[in-house]
């Protein structure tokens, strides 16, 4: 068994520093208060056992509240009262710097936490360990300066979640909706060059790899861009080629055929989009921006989003070379085709591509396959998103959302013109739902009271993500604000009038809904008769957005947050307040946004129209997934659940595993042990536990990681059932 040090480093559980930390306490005490040696054996046996029935990693403060309990129990109050002086005047001390201990054990890398806190990051790299040490002086401040106490108290205690508190002391926002039509067609300017419109399909490709770095670098969140605003580039190159060759002949002196010369333009033109995809799929892979990790970026894949036939074919060449490529995979330093998680890739199945008959299906087929082996792309259902993403003038829209899951609400200019690309988030403050349930010891108007106070420190804090924006000059990302990423302001203009009246979203996220409603009706949410409570848990928080929104102006959205490190700090906290609660409490995880809990017998299709019906009740941002067995051999059936996709629910994915040992060769699923208390990942066939020899991609929250995940989220992944 293992503990978690202050610092972050584990160390082996010793029951012997127990004894004698309570020893000390009870040394200078009168002699009549004193305990017995037998007393301070049985409490230090009492705290080992619960640390073991907690079936994961304490962190010293939690151990030290368990002596603190136990000695109380024992009704040695005056030991306990010298043991809690003692913890008070050592935390004090502690207080006077903050940063330094836990900087020191980023640069050793010995920071247990830190290594698993995100799934894309190795955090033995000088770049991500940079990034971290800057993460930790602005948590720092953060903390200590710029946000109220209630908030920070609020937060440390999971109660609510500040996201990215790593870079609040800047002026830095969370995710974009890169508008690369705009900087591809009207030129921009990156590390002070001017970048003009290009004149070739690989040149334009090569350009977007660049925008993408600069943008990731810009901002802290996920980001998304458009096959589309590459496609016409296909023609520039076409008639580029065209020419080439008929002035190679002309040059021979030879006369070509119509047909010929089609066939050669085709053939050159088609081996120049597999390079420029090439460019997009290894720069994008290969590339480290200054937060140390490949840039968060989703690729959009949208047939009906070209202007015409030509284009909508072009964009197509485009679509099945990026999905050949992914499906393909890229090498790892053995030289073997693994996983990659980025980018991230999104099809959207529509009236043109998900019918067997359909003139592009042959695109949904390889997607599929795809799919089966790579677990992208993910799917958008243009059929339903018609249906929920509806703009003030009464039309639908199908558009990307930017990263993982972070979608816009529908927005229409001063033109009447709907618009998406070009925006953005300004950042996300999550709600901890079990932790009001829990709070109200199951009674409901309690339940409701809470609820509000708990609304209260989220819009507050949402109000501070705000106003840390305001004022904000252009010239802090030139990319973003003023060479066309998300507009075109002048140089020293405030970026303040992007911040209201819609065009930027703020996000409210939700997280443990199935905790929640099973804590207050003994029931998962997928029972009939708690289905009604969890959906008006849902409404009460669009509510609480809607009328933010009214008041300041202002995109509030409802967004089913990720919860990628966060699971597993809400659920310590929740543990630590309320202790093990059976069927809430007692994972090391809670349940992501709105999902049936992972552990819970269902099959695909019935999953995904269940949970249909809260995508709708989180307009700023969702994502379902059902868990699958390999398909690569089904891939009928993976096609009739992308069917069931178009007609169902507007966002979902396919669950899959793709893992390879280094060390045998191995490329089945690499499986998660537990070994002293800990869950590590063990190749099945040699025995290998080293992570750094090992490649596993798993699906972490809407996007794949590749790094590895704490505690709490490994053994989320490691009980999670299969659906199909």
Known sequence: MKIIKRNGAEELFHIEKIETAIAKANQVVEEAARMTPLQIKRISESVEIRCKEMNRSLSVEEIQDLVEAQIMAHGAFEVAKKYITYRYTRELVRRSNTTDDRILTLIESNNEEVKQENANKNPTVNAVQRDYMAGEVSKDITRRILLPRDIVEAHEA???????????????????????????????????????????????????????????????????????????????????????????????????????????????????????????????????????????????????????????????????????????????????????????????????????DSKYFYLTRLAAECTARRMVPDYISEKKMLELKVDKNGEGHCYTCMGCRSFLTPYVDENGKAKYYGRFNQGVVTINLVDIALSSGKDMEKFWRIFDERLDLCYRALMCRHNRLKGTLSDAAPILWQYGALARLEKGEAIDKLLYGGYSTISLGYAGLYECVKYMTGKSHTDPAATPFALEVMRYLNAACAGWKKKHNMDFSLYGTPLESTTYKFAKALQQRFGIVPGVTDKSYITNSYHIHVTEEINAFEKLAFESQFQALSPGGAISYVEVPDMQNNIDAVLELMKFIYNNIMYAELNTKSDYCQECGYDGEIAVTERDGKLMWVCPNCGNADQSKMNVARRTCGYIGTQYWNQGRTQEIRERVLHL
């Not at 937060?291 to 949208?302: D, E, L, R």
């Open 158 to 356: 999971g109660i609510i979640h500040f996201h990215d508190a790593d870079y609040y002391a800047q002026h830095m926002h969370n995710c974009d909706l890169v508008n690369l039509e705009d900087m591809l067609q009207n030129g921009t300017v990156i590390s002070g060059t001017l970048i003009e419109k290009p004149h070739s399909f690989s040149t334009a490709c090569n350009i977007a790899t660049q925008i993408i770095a600069q943008v990731a670098s810009n901002q802290y969140g996920g980001q998304s861009i458009s096959l589309t605003h590459l496609a016409p580039f296909v023609e520039v190159s076409r008639r580029k080629i065209r020419k080439s060759v008929m002035e190679e002949f002309a040059d021979l002196g030879i006369e070509i055929s119509e047909d010929k010369l089609h066939k050669i333009v085709e053939d050159r033109l088609l081996e120049e989009i597999r390079r420029g995809v090439q460019t997009i799929q290894y720069q994008v892979v290969t590339l480290m921006t200054t937060n140390g990790q490949a840039p968060f970026i989703t690729v959009f894949m949208y047939l009906n989003e070209a202007r015409d036939e030509q284009e909508k074919a072009d964009l197509a060449i485009i679509i099945e070379e990026t999905l050949r490529q992914r499906y393909q995979g890229v090498k790892n330093e053995k030289g073997v085709w693994i996983t990659p998680a980025f980018p991230k890739l999104i099809y959207v199945l529509e009236e043109d591509n998900i019918h067997e």
